[in-house]
């Protein structure tokens, strides 16, 4: 019985501590409210939609209803019925699961670069995969804790104890073991581990999963792949099952996961991860030893051994580029490179999807996700330009969802792919000067249109189409207005088509390596043009068609190199030396079979509105703790949470126990992001209790009520800036507390109804920010605060300020200064009541009297040291970084001036302790209070939720 009551004690410890991860109430943003919902109910999914997304909707039914047991073979638990809401006003690609509430949320508008498979496929079997990982936690310990909890058990266990990439890989595993393609085929996909692995070796584990700020790592779903991938090849597949296992029922123990694999192979995570690298490690480092590379000239002079990449290589004449560049130390960027390597920029974009750059006659063009004014999901693709030799930048488009721009020859027209709220697909001609609309050709079969290329004549247009059944060249001529596809479609992975002569050029992964390649467009033969180590891709050729220019991958990123272009000298492709994917076809064998879509009939599933005014509430967990999923934080008591299916409705109500004043709480706060301001409500009731001191010095303590009643407006806009964010939000609140006497109450104290109401405008312009960047090397923010008390039984008087923080960057990259400066004017009330200060102090600062206050400090922060450091699991440390600061205040009050000044640093630590998913920050700073000659030493300590990994460049 004792060792029974101490396991819970150690899980309630636990759920303390995870209730806090905010991660766990996941809100996304909303769409638009003038969107209309519909939804189709099916045995094992409910599917939410936009009511234009009605066809797509019942295809993707369909499949998942289809594919519903393919995903559960390896994984034993079949989930419980799955909410999945599909959004289509926006431009962004993705997907993700959560469990508080249940749901799976879809961005069903496809990428440009995704592989030879459907997106909204490709979305069935990774995230409901997703779904299936987390109902393994439906079992045992885990199981039963759901009915004290809700669903934050199930979420809770599952985000603190299942490795991110473990998720990831084994997500990426299934979409590749149930399908013809997948990323486990991609040998662009694990081109960067194979990179590191040879010309740098194994990082110890903690570095790989954790990331680091000098040398780059891949990313989880990378990683977790092969880690996943090799487990299953070696241990079987049901190894991560029993592993999953483990943790469900043994949720108490500290690292119920890492015993659990343990138990199922005998091998440690470390263990699993050093043995997996080093079977690659094996197995790449054979191949690399019997593959000859081409002989190229390198065009990109690395200055460090930074992660950099240098993609889309386009000609500026026959020995000069415009490329993107973008890395660890550098926010994306185009940048002239010339001649001798020599690099300049020539234009900092805005948010680029980073997947195709067309330049010609001095243009470049490229697309950029803008997004709506209010809605997280609302955004747009919009097509851009600038000129080299003008310095002219356009927006040459607005409101359109177009990807991919090819400017042709003689930059009078741009050829693009439009993605319409439906899913359909289409090329269009616009006029390069205007962006007026010229053509727009329907794609057959609707098949999926990326990177269209112009041919040398300007009359045909050369793209990749994706269909189910893999992908194909599909062409467009500038006569008839009409595409066709040019050859069968299959399941390779081709790429970047462009023109040359009577060639196509593309990529392709013949040989299991990215590489480029050319298709006979009469013969149909296809010929080996690049032998690329790791990866050759982005192809394009010179103005007189001796060279080709691509991006090469080396493991500090990609460089631009260029081959001589000789036709006679390539090699025609024999289909024997394509690649097997061994690994891939292993963990295909695994599972039941490759789903095989044709196989079924569509079924029209019924199709009814989804109201939501009727689902406004979804009450999905539960505590006898008081939960405040904002401030993440939890306390003694009880609490209920809903969160509606849109994300547009959350409640929290509950009774908090208040140990300071030994009574308690009841509260119930409410929020409505549906309409175009934000609602936010709350009201509480608790019994205080205070102490009446009479002139005799006697005491008498006596009790009354409290009753606080909050409303609040606020409009959050998002104003596109390019390579800015910059964010406006006024706000207008207000709060009624009403003090009740019961009868201990004396007649003296207080009585009736206490109004503030407080307005606010904050807006902020900061330039985006590298994984390395501490502060944003330029930056605005500005607050306007005004706050009085109109009505009710006291007066607080008023009070008013601005603050501003400016950001500007040293000489020393990564180095930056933030300055602060704020004012405030406040008039005391009736009966000496007055509103606390709103602006900040100088460090050290004790509060001072004032009528007028004024504030300014300036902080020079940078990094000293990525140590990169590893004391076993215990701790893993990445940055040391430090902050020099100054800071002054004057306080008039009465006529009387008082000023405080202090200056110090301090030193702080970004490192994961227990490999914990979020980063604590463990610091240490000096204050020196000029005034009174008085010093301060404290111990800094914090907890980054809302970096979990920290901040890590991904390619």
């Not at 001191?693 to 609040?712: A, C, M, V, Y």
């Amino acid at each position: 019985m004792i060792k029974i009551h101490h396991k819970f004690i150690s899980f309630f410890i636990f759920f303390l501590f995870s209730c806090t991860i905010n991660a766990q109430f996941y809100d996304a943003g909303q769409d638009p409210a003038s969107v209309k919902w519909q939804q189709i109910n099916t045995p094992h999914f409910q599917l939410i939609f936009p009511n234009d997304f009605t066809v797509q909707a019942n295809y993707i039914a369909n499949y998942l209803e289809f594919a519903y047991d393919y995903n559960t073979i390896s994984l034993s638990r079949k989930p419980v019925k799955l909410p999945i809401v599909l959004h289509n006003q926006t431009v962004v690609s993705n997907g993700f699961v959560t469990w508080s509430p249940k749901r799976s949320e879809w961005f069903t508008c496809p990428p440009q670069d995704m592989y030879a498979q459907p997106w909204l496929e490709q979305l069935a079997i990774h995230e409901y995969r997703h779904a299936v990982q987390v109902s393994q936690m439906y079992r045992g310990i885990t199981n039963v804790l759901r009915i004290p909890f809700g669903e934050i058990a199930t979420g809770s266990v599952a985000g603190v104890y299942l490795p991110r990439w473990f998720l990831e890989g084994d997500a990426v595993v299934m979409e590749t073991a149930l399908s013809n393609s997948g990323r486990g085929r991609l040998p662009g996909f694990n081109q960067d581990l194979k990179a590191q692995l040879i010309e740098k070796g194994k990082y110890n584990y903690n570095k790989a999963i954790f990331g680091s700020y000098k040398d780059y790592t891949p990313d989880p779903y990378t990683l977790g792949y092969h880690l996943v991938g090799y487990s299953r090849y070696k241990y079987g597949a049901d190894v991560w099952d029993k592993t999953l296992k483990n943790v469900a029922r043994n949720p108490y123990m500290v690292v119920p996961f890492a015993q659990g694999l343990k138990k199922a192979s005998g091998k440690t995570t470390n263990g699993i991860y050093k043995e997996s690298l080093s079977f690659f490690d094996s197995v790449w480092s054979n191949e690399i030893h019997h593959k000859v590379s081409n002989n190229f000239q390198t065009h990109t002079i690395r200055k460090n051994k930074n992660y950099t990449n240098y993609r889309f290589p386009n000609y500026i004449n026959d020995s000069e580029f415009i490329a993107l560049k973008y890395g660890m130390d550098d926010i994306p960027q185009f940048v002239k490179i010339d001649k001798l390597g020599k690099e300049s920029r020539v234009f900092t974009q805005g948010n680029d999807f980073q997947q195709t750059l067309s330049f010609s006659m001095d243009v470049i063009a490229w697309a950029e996700e803008v997004p709506g004014l209010r809605w997280d999901h609302q955004s747009y693709a919009e097509i851009k330009t600038y000129n080299i030799a003008t310095k002219q930048y356009k927006s040459l488009t607005h409101k359109t969802r177009y990807f991919a721009p090819c400017i042709s020859h003689d930059a009078t027209k741009i050829a693009a792919v439009e993605v319409d709220l439906s899913n359909n697909y289409y090329l269009v001609i616009l006029d390069a000067n205007t962006g007026k609309l010229l053509n727009k050709a329907a794609s057959p079969q609707n098949a999926f249109l990326s990177t269209p290329s112009w041919s040398d004549d300007d009359q045909r247009i050369i793209m990749i189409a994706t269909l189910i059944d893999g992908t194909a060249f599909a062409e467009y001529h500038q006569d008839n207005g009409k595409i066709h596809f040019k050859n069968a479609f299959t399941h390779c992975e081709i790429s970047g088509a462009a023109y040359f002569k009577d060639y196509v050029i593309y990529n392709d992964t013949y040989g299991g390596v990215d590489n480029i390649y050319a298709m006979d467009t009469v013969s149909m033969k296809i010929y080996s043009i690049t032998s690329s180590t790791y990866g050759a891709t982005d192809p394009c050729v010179s103005y007189d068609g001796n060279r080709l220019a691509y991006a090469n991958y080396t493991a500090d990123g990609y460089d631009i190199v260029s081959i001589a272009l000789q036709a006679e000298l390539w090699k025609p492709l024999e289909m024997k030396d394509t690649m097997r994917f061994n690994l891939a076809n292993e963990l295909a064998r695994q599972e039941k079979a490759v789903i095989d879509f044709h196989a079924t009939d569509v079924k029209q599933y019924e199709v009814k509105n989804y109201r939501k005014l009727s689902h406004l509430f979804n009450f999905h967990s539960w505590a006898p703790l008081s939960i405040d999923a904002n401030n993440q934080s939890a306390a003694p008591g009880v609490s209920i949470m809903s969160h509606n299916l849109l994300s547009t409705s959350f409640l929290t109500a509950g009774y908090e126990y208040l140990s300071a004043e030994k009574t308690g709480k009841y509260y119930l706060d409410y929020t409505y992001k549906g309409l175009f301001p934000i609602i936010d409500a709350s009201i509480d009731y608790r019994q205080r209790k205070g102490t009446l001191i009479k002139q005799d010095h006697s005491r008498h303590p006596f009790t009354f009520g409290e009753t606080n009643l909050k409303l609040g407006l606020k409009i959050p806009l998002q104003l596109a800036t390019g390579k800015y964010y910059t964010r406006l939000q006024p706000s207008v609140n207000t709060t009624l507390t009403d003090i009740s006497h019961d009868a201990t109450t004396p007649d003296i104290f207080t009585k009736g109804i206490i109004n503030t109401i407080d307005y606010r405008i904050y807006g902020y312009h900061v330039l985006k920010t590298s994984a390395k960047d501490l502060y944003p090397k330029w930056g605005q923010t500005l607050e306007l605060n005004f706050r009085h008390s109109p009505f009710g039984i006291r007066d607080f008087g008023n009070i008013g300020s601005i603050e501003a923080y400016l950001y500007f960057p040293s000489v020393i990259k990564h180095h930056g200064f933030k300055l602060y400066g704020g004012a405030q004017n406040r008039n005391i009330g009736s009966n000496n009541y007055a509103y606390a200060d709103i602006i900040n102090y100088p460090l050290g600062s004790v509060t001072l009297n004032n009528e007028q206050l004024y504030s300014a400090s300036i902080s020079y922060y940078y990094p000293l040291l990525y140590p990169d450091f590893s004391l076993g699991s215990l701790v893993y440390l990445k940055r040391l970084d430090m902050n020099l600061f100054y800071g002054k205040a004057i306080a008039d009050y009465l006529n009387t001036s008082t000023k405080v000044q202090s200056f110090g640093a301090e030193i702080n630590s970004e490192m994961h302790v227990l490999r914990f998913l979020a980063p604590i920050s463990v610091g240490y700073r000096f204050t020196y209070m000029h005034d009174d000659q008085t010093s301060f030493h404290e111990i800094l300590l914090g907890i980054n939720f809302s970096g979990f990994g920290g901040k890590q460049f991904h390619k």
